[in-house]
């Protein structure tokens, strides 16, 4: 028997499942609704041009090489990877419980589980399902009852991943001072997605301490962590980034890309509200203006998400989160049909009451008519639909 034989089967991830049915899919008018970065109107990831310059600069470098890093990072960036921080919470604040928003990024709780499956994690409520608003008084009454001082709380500083919505100045003020009443250690993820670098992996971790002992104190654990973990960071990647950063020309570009990218997803998010509410589906869809970046929550089931894939060829991750940047003036002028769903195929109770099943090439929305339910295109005409 083979000696690899007695490994236990592994659920698949839920993010790389989707990405690889969509790519197994040959239906040419497949839509893919769930990527986790910036895509262009042709559907495929967008380069920056500032990347691209920043990239010929260092490979036309006679100085260049693939040398092995420093234990911190590239120097002119110091690159540290999420891991390293979720260690040395485990290893030196020795956390009781790591609190996450509900909903989050679902690769948080593996990070976690990996790095210490002791450590106790809990959820804070974040997302108001009814009203597509922030639960700010369910989280800070959850926090305030229950977290106990040294726990860990997950903050998405910018762009929640999935909701897309972001607390007020007024209420990122009360969350410090639950931290800071109840000796809560704040963590903030951000900048995630700023030069489109995704496979290169490019991080920061910027440590604040009250003194230079501290500092020096914390900066030895990260090394020690870095080296055990992977020995020598990745570089180009960092490269890249501080290429463009001390470059005040690239840094122009830079800037320039980013409002290339944000206007469209503001113009994908426009374009979605007004139709839906010319439409007339149930619910409230303010929210799709209010929060930013580039996801939304449909409030769609995993169920109601799996017909969408295999009937229509349309994908979304389980939980229902909409990535605006799949959707693309091309795709949205894709003629658009009427079907019928009887209701067996979507379930006892079809109907998702102020939640819209989106489609790229076909958007349509769940309402109850006379058939008793039909699918009713969102989108009629060829207007061009940018995104926020």
């Known amino acids: 028997m083979s ?11 839920n993010t790389f499942a989707t990405i690889e049915a ?8 497949k839509v ?11 559907a495929t990831p967008w380069v920056l041009p500032a990347v691209k310059k920043a990239r010929e600069i260092i490979l036309a470098d006679p100085n260049f090489n693939h040398d092995i890093s420093s234990q911190l990072g590239y120097p002119e960036f110091i690159l540290v990877a999420r891991q390293f921080f979720a260690r040395l919470m485990s290893d030196t604040l020795r956390p ?33 399902y009814e009203t597509s608003t922030l639960d700010i008084e369910g989280m800070l009454s959850a926090l305030k009852s229950q977290a106990a001082g040294g726990d860990v709380l997950i903050l998405h500083a910018c762009a929640h991943n999935p909701t897309g919505l972001d607390p007020s100045r007024e209420q990122w003020q009360r969350i410090a001072e639950i931290c800071q009443e109840k000796k809560i250690f704040p963590f903030f993820e951000s900048f995630s997605k700023n030069f489109g670098l995704y496979g290169e992996r490019v991080g920061a971790l910027h440590v604040v301490t009250s003194d230079r002992d501290t500092a020096d104190r914390v900066e030895k654990v990260l090394r020690k962590i870095s080296r055990a973990e992977i020995s020598s960071t990745p570089s180009f990647g960092a490269k890249i ?3 463009i950063v001390q470059n005040p020309d690239l840094r122009e570009q830079w800037h320039r890309d980013m409002k290339t990218m944000s206007n469209r997803l503001g113009i994908m998010r426009r374009r979605l509200y007004e139709e839906l509410t010319k439409r007339g589906p149930p619910g409230n869809w303010d929210h799709l203006l209010t929060d930013i970046g580039m996801f939304s929550m449909t409030g769609l089931s995993p169920e109601k998400v799996k017909v969408l894939r295999d009937t229509f060829h349309i994908y979304l991750f389980p939980t229902g989160r909409l990535s605006f940047t ?5 795709n949205v002028d894709a003629a658009i049909e009427r079907h ?39 989108f009629h005409d060829s207007e061009s639909p940018a995104a926020v």
Not at 3 to 13: S, Y
Not at 361 to 366: F, H, K
Request: aromatic share 12%; charged share 20%.
């Open 96 to 128: 009781r419980t790591v609190w996450l928003s509900d909903p989050t990024w679902e690769n948080h709780t593996k990070i976690w589980t990996h790095v210490n499956a002791d450590i106790e994690q809990r959820y804070y409520p974040y997302y108001d």
């Open 241 to 243: 980034v501080a290429t």
């Open 340 to 378: 019928m769903f009887p209701p067996e195929r979507l379930g006892a109770n079809p109907v998702p009451r102020g939640n819209v099943i989106l489609t790229a090439a076909r958007c349509y929305s769940l309402v109850p008519s006379a058939s008793p339910y039909a699918i009713v295109p969102a």
């Open 3 to 13: 000696l690899f034989g007695q490994i236990p089967d592994q659920v698949p991830d």
């Open 326 to 330: 799949g959707l693309t003036e091309s």
């Open 32 to 42: 893919n609704l769930s990527p986790g970065l910036y895509c262009d109107e042709s």
């Open 22 to 29: 969509f790519r197994e899919n040959v239906d040419e008018k």
